[in-house]
Structure formats: structure tokens, C-alpha cells
């Protein structure tokens, strides 16, 4: 049984193209003719190569000579595969294709492993990196983070001399009941600026503290809870955290969808992601249990670091407070004040349950104490 089917023959080194019919011939013989019968090709079966079959994408045969023979009826060119005993490559998949269940089943599968990839083994994988990266990297980071807040955003510090005097001492008191021990950490003052009454830390162990933030302050254990606070953040190296979470997603982005302009982006957004002070809820949870761990330690009460924040959120917001953020996983400030409190009695055990993406309030029934 002959099978014949309609399409176009491209003359081998040409781009010209002919209307053509293609044919299954005895012994296994393709051939092609013209449609006024002129034979174009006769090729064996077996030096035809055919593209697998892709949806409705258009099926070519390549000719041995460079010729090729192209058609957009599909079954047709199963039919004549069929007809020439060749092999018919794509069909599974075709068939796949065409089964919306599975294309469905693979969307859901997709979704959840892109959903897991960056939820979950990417902030692993930052932690891993972080935590094994090299101090002079950190250092370098940290010494072109600060030389660019100081052009665009930092101001000299204003404090007196017994001042920063005062606050060098807490510090070091801190410093020495945490992780890193005195020589850990270093502390710098600054003008406020365009950031206000603020701390935050560094790479390296550098802790920058604003003059709005010494005068905000009205006894020494909040300080020294601001102080811990931000070692912590050093001790997890959270900073180095961040930049990398914020540089593995668009690699990776690049990496799978093959768009290279995504990993140009990493270098020009490593120092705004250095500076900011939206920490996950997590590392800021984790950062106020070992701030509320030190002041313990030091004979003080975590809920003193509760008061500043709240007397700080107050300045900033008004007396409602900052609203809570229904977009980012940042916890808001009642939260950490309320969970500070709480640990005025000891060290707390947190449940999953307080620390889910979406969960933006703050309930003391998720706690135990030890």
C-alpha cells in the first residue's frame, strides 16, 4: 500500500522550494516528485532522516544529499513512516503533550519544585556559603558598604567624646559575654543622616550605631540589647546571608530559562542588599533570642530592648506604630516586643508555627519555656 502526502522539496544548497508529494515506493523506497510527476528523489528508507513530531511544528525529512522534504501534515507523515517500516521517533512525547492530566500533573510538579528551590534549598545553600565564606571577602564588602554610606547617606558623628567613650565601654561588655568575644566585633558611630536612629551590622563585625539611636536611648541594658542584637547578625553572618539568597535566585533564574542577563544583576545589587535592615523574620528572631540570651547573661531584662523598639517604631509612625507588612516575611515591631517580653522569663522554645511565611501576628501560645 502506497501512502502519499503533500508538502514542499528544497533543493539540496538551496533555498528555493518546490509544491512536491512525497511517497512510500516498494522496497522501502522514499521518493519525492514534483506535482507534474517529474521524480525529484528516490532514497532507501533507511538514509532518510526525520525529525521527531512536536506538537504541530512541521515535519522534515532530510535527504542523504542535503535535500530535504518538508510537511505540516503530521499524521500524513506518520502514516507514510508507518507505510516505510521507519522508526517514528517523538511519539510518547507527542502523546504526552497531548494529554492535558500529565501536562497539568507536570505544571503542579514544576511549580512545587521552583517553589522548593527557592524557599527552601536556595536560603540553605546561602547559609552554607555564608557561613564558609572568607573573612578578607567579608572585610572587603564591608569597607565598600560603609565608604558608600558615608558618601550617600551617613553623616560624622556628633557625640561627644564621653559619649562614644560610655558607648565603647557597653559595647565591649556585650562583646565579651557573646560568640565572637571582644576582639570579634568593632564599633563605629555615625551621624544619622538620611537613616535616622538606626544600628546595623556588617559583614565583618563592623556595628555602626547612629547618634538619633544613642540619644533615643534611656538606660544602658537597651544599648546593650541593640548591641548583641546586631552581633548576632554578625555571629550567623545573616548579612552575607541575604546577598547571597538575593544572588543564587536570578542565577538560577539564568541558569534554567538560559536568560544570562539575570546573572549581570548580581554585581550591581551585592551593596544594597549589604545595607538594608529588612531581615527575614527568622533571622530577626534569631538575632533577638541571642540578644535577649546576652542580656540575661549580663544580669538585664530582654524586655528593656522591647521598650526601645517600641519608642523608636512610636518616633517613627506616630503613636499607632508602623504598620505591619503583609508583603514581606519582616516581623513587625508589636511582635518582637511582645516575644522579647515573653523572654523576660527564660529562654523560649519556638514552634514552627511562629515562624510560618505568612503568618504576620504573634501569639504567645506558640511558646514554651525551658
Not at 190 to 200: E, H, Q, S
Request: proline share 5%; charged share 25%; glycine share 8%.
Amino acid at each position: 500500500m502506497s501512502w502519499t502526502i503533500e508538502g514542499r522539496y528544497f533543493h539540496a544548497g538551496s533555498a528555493r522550494e518546490v509544491p512536491a508529494r512525497a511517497s512510500a515506493e516498494p522496497q522501502r523506497v522514499l521518493r519525492i516528485a514534483a506535482e507534474n510527476g517529474d521524480v525529484l528523489a528516490d532514497v532507501p528508507a533507511g538514509q532518510v532522516k526525520v525529525t521527531s513530531r512536536l506538537a504541530r511544528l512541521v515535519r522534515r525529512f532530510d535527504l542523504p544529499d542535503g535535500a530535504r522534504f518538508e510537511t505540516g501534515d503530521n499524521d500524513g507523515a506518520e502514516a507514510l513512516l508507518l507505510t516505510l517500516r521507519k522508526r517514528r521517533r517523538g511519539r510518547f512525547t507527542d502523546r504526552l503533550e497531548r494529554a492535558w492530566p500529565v501536562v497539568g500533573a507536570s505544571l503542579l510538579v514544576s511549580l512545587f519544585f521552583a517553589y522548593y528551590l527557592i524557599v527552601q534549598a536556595v536560603p540553605l545553600l546561602a547559609e552554607w556559603l555564608a557561613l564558609r565564606t572568607l573573612p578578607t571577602v567579608g572585610h572587603a564588602m564591608s569597607e565598600q558598604t560603609l565608604a558608600a554610606l558615608d558618601r550617600f547617606a551617613l553623616a560624622s558623628t556628633q557625640l561627644k567624646p564621653a559619649d562614644q567613650a560610655r558607648a565603647t565601654m557597653l559595647f565591649r561588655r556585650v562583646a565579651a559575654k557573646s560568640r565572637g568575644g571582644v576582639s570579634g566585633y568593632r564599633l563605629v558611630f555615625r551621624g544619622g543622616g538620611r537613616i535616622g536612629p538606626n544600628a546595623f551590622a556588617l559583614p565583618d563585625g563592623t556595628i555602626v550605631m547612629t547618634d538619633p539611636l544613642w540619644v533615643a536611648v534611656k538606660n544602658d541594658a537597651e544599648i546593650e540589647g541593640v548591641f548583641a542584637h546586631e552581633m548576632s547578625h554578625v555571629d550567623h553572618a545573616h548579612q552575607l546571608q541575604r546577598v547571597y539568597e538575593a544572588s543564587l535566585v536570578p542565577a538560577l533564574i539564568g541558569i534554567f530559562t538560559g536568560d544570562m542577563t539575570q546573572m549581570s544583576q548580581i554585581s550591581s545589587i551585592l551593596p544594597g542588599v549589604i545595607v538594608q535592615s529588612a531581615y527575614s523574620r527568622r533571622f530577626e528572631s534569631q538575632a533577638d533570642d541571642d540578644g535577649a540570651a546576652v542580656l540575661r547573661r549580663l544580669g538585664e531584662k530582654p524586655s528593656h530592648m522591647a521598650d526601645l523598639l517600641e519608642r523608636l517604631d512610636k518616633q517613627l509612625c506616630g503613636k499607632a506604630g508602623c504598620p505591619p507588612s503583609w508583603i514581606g516575611d519582616h516581623p513587625d515591631t508589636m511582635a518582637r516586643a511582645a516575644r522579647l517580653r515573653a523572654e523576660d522569663k527564660g529562654p523560649i522554645v519556638v514552634t514552627q508555627d511562629c515562624l510560618r511565611p505568612w503568618q504576620t501576628g504573634f501569639s504567645l501560645r506558640c511558646l514554651s519555656w525551658n
